[in-house]
């Protein structure tokens, strides 16, 4: 048997390994995703029982299959989802959106939202809105040191170098 890391050196591991990977790529020839992607979808029982059902003369074991399937990564420290409901209290959005005027302007609303209430903390409409009057808005929405810990904001170029820095000086990751 081959150890860990090993390719296999047994006929039979390699015809099973070989038949995994055919049996995969005949069934979604489409997808070619072949045996990384889907090995993770199949447990290694399952497995085992399709190449026992289809007769191809193998006698394998459930710890064999497993040897050969790729191992699943450990998840990252804080997912997307645990991060916000442990930081709502301290986190807000900012982004603009256009309103067309009915004199064929455009106007930006600067718009500024709090998770915790799920309530607008403050917005404002310019017509050309840049780095240091955003920064300002920012700003005026957090009066006396009451910034919260997080922004969540698009990556638009609006949010220039005078933006960064205002936000940072507020204390703003």
């Not at 390994?17 to 199949?42: E, G, S």
């Not at 009066?143 to 220039?160: H, L, M, Q, T, W």
């Not at 820095?165 to 703003?172: E, H, K, P, S």
């Amino acid at each position: 048997m081959a150890t860990c890391g090993v390719p296999p050196q047994n006929p039979v591991e390699l015809a099973i390994v070989d038949v995994f990977k055919l049996r995969i790529a005949l069934t979604y020839p489409m997808l070619r995703l072949l045996y990384a992607l889907l090995a993770t979808a199949l447990s290694s029982l399952r497995l085992q029982r399709e190449l026992a059902l289809e007769n191809l003369g193998f006698a394998v074991g459930e710890a064999t299959v497993s040897r050969y399937m790729p191992r699943r990564r450990k998840p990252p420290s804080q997912r997307w989802r645990s991060f916000l409901r442990n930081h709502t209290h301290n986190l807000v959005s900012i982004d603009f959106f256009v309103v067309p005027t009915a004199t064929f302007r455009i106007l930006y609303v600067f718009l500024v939202l709090e998770h915790e209430r799920r309530h607008i903390v403050h917005f404002n409409v310019a017509e050309g809105p840049f780095a240091q009057w955003t920064g300002q808005q920012l700003v005026n929405a957090f009066p006396n040191e009451s910034a919260p810990r997080y922004v969540i904001r698009d990556r638009d170029k609006i949010y220039g170098a005078d933006f960064v820095r205002r936000v940072r000086a507020m204390g703003i990751e």
